[in-house]
């Protein structure tokens, strides 16, 4: 299984989608900021909230996921947030929060895009 990096600065969420995606069967890494989230190498999908608490945190990881070939899947309360961003085009899905536990096991499950 794919090693997977949660980021959110919502300590209890967090937590709850970190106990979801392992009971699923993966190996799930967490940072609460995107500077925590950048000293975590080695990942292959990184699911993200896009306010971090600003949206251009997210937004700038989204940018630094795409170039190292990471998948991104966002966590959103406003897609508007996204919309209209060149950023959108390298987000493989978008959850709107709150995202049920069978949504965020099957973003994590789905094949990737072919770029």
Known sequence: MPRLLLV???AAA???RKLILERAGHQVLTASTASA????????????DLR??????????????HSA?????????????????????WVETVL???????ALIAAVQARPKIA
């Open 37 to 48: 989230a950048r000293a975590l190498p080695g990942v292959e999908i990184a699911m993200l």
């Open 96 to 102: 709107e929060k709150p995202a049920r536990s069978e």
């Open 8 to 10: 959110d600065d919502d």
């Open 69 to 89: 070939g990471v998948r991104v899947i966002v966590l959103c309360g406003n897609r508007a947030d996204l919309e209209g961003r060149p950023e959108a085009a």
């Open 14 to 16: 967090l937590e709850i």
């Open 52 to 65: 971090l608490p600003r949206v251009e945190d997210g937004l700038a990881l989204i940018r630094e996921f």
